[in-house]
């Protein structure tokens, strides 16, 4: 069994794999991460590889604590990929758009492939059929421009991520709805219409905590899938143990 772990900017995801089929899956807060942790082995006891991705700023040491009970693997950017990085600062790419290049890869060969994953931010990532990744584009999500409209004005309130009514907002509650929601949808869509200009072909996987949430509101065809880099991550373990 493998427990793949994914540390983002808000909240912690982890699903735990027998070969590629979920057993259980798990989200919540960074503070509740140790005491998660040792819940999941309770329940899992012979889960003894654990693979982790982190942009949340967790410290490793948390993980350690867990070492004499599991083998655990933290990506790196010294780890095998798939592709061809040719982002010109590659030391810079995040580990969780690295995975999720790399699950396009494994996941729909031989085409090109846009991921876009819909959290704290979205990101924008682009990977040829030829499995070269040329970058893409981060942009702040739901949870950050209604944070943005509220902490940056003086009588805007804090709004929760809600789907608007209409497209016309006619009180300032729907405004924002509608501004942020619309707005993030037709950024989507627009971005995917550049890429198109340049690249007639390729396929669109919409991934993320609110992926579920825009899937519907997109004109285009996508394949929409929440737990993505969850797979990933343990397509990136397989890959591994196969290779060293």
């Not at 700023?57 to 798939?82: C, Y």
């Not at 944070?147 to 405004?175: C, M, V, W, Y």
Request: with cysteine; hydrophobic share 40%; net charge neutral.
């Amino acid at each position: 069994m493998l427990l793949a772990v994914d540390i983002g900017n808000t909240r912690i995801k982890a699903a735990v794999f027998k070969h590629d089929t979920i057993l259980g899956s798990f989200v919540f807060d960074k503070s509740e991460l140790e005491i998660n942790l040792s819940k999941i082995l309770q329940t899992y006891p012979d889960c003894r590889d654990w693979i982790v991705a982190s942009v949340g700023g967790i410290e490793k040491e948390v993980f350690l604590t867990f070492a004499s009970r599991a083998n655990i693997h933290f990506v790196s950017h010294q780890d095998a990929f798939p592709f061809e990085n040719r982002y010109a600062t590659p030391q810079t790419l995040g580990i969780d758009r690295m995975v999720l290049a790399a699950g396009a890869v494994w996941q729909y060969p031989g085409q090109n492939r846009l991921v876009i994953d819909a959290g704290t931010c979205v990101t924008y990532d682009f990977i040829d059929a030829d499995n070269k990744y040329w970058g893409g584009a981060i942009s702040p999500g739901l949870r950050l421009r209604y944070e943005s409209l509220h902490r940056f004005t003086a009588r805007l309130p804090l709004l929760g991520k809600e789907a608007p009514q209409d497209f016309i907002g006619n009180t300032t509650n729907q405004s924002i709805h509608s501004g942020v929601v619309q707005g993030l949808a037709h950024e989507i869509d627009g971005f995917i219409g550049q890429y198109r200009e340049r690249y007639p072909k390729f396929i669109i996987i919409l991934t993320g905590g609110d992926a579920e949430f825009l899937a519907n509101r997109l004109k285009n065809t996508i394949f929409a899938n929440s737990i993505f880099l969850l797979e990933s991550l343990n397509q990136t373990f397989q890959h591994k143990i196969k290779n060293d």
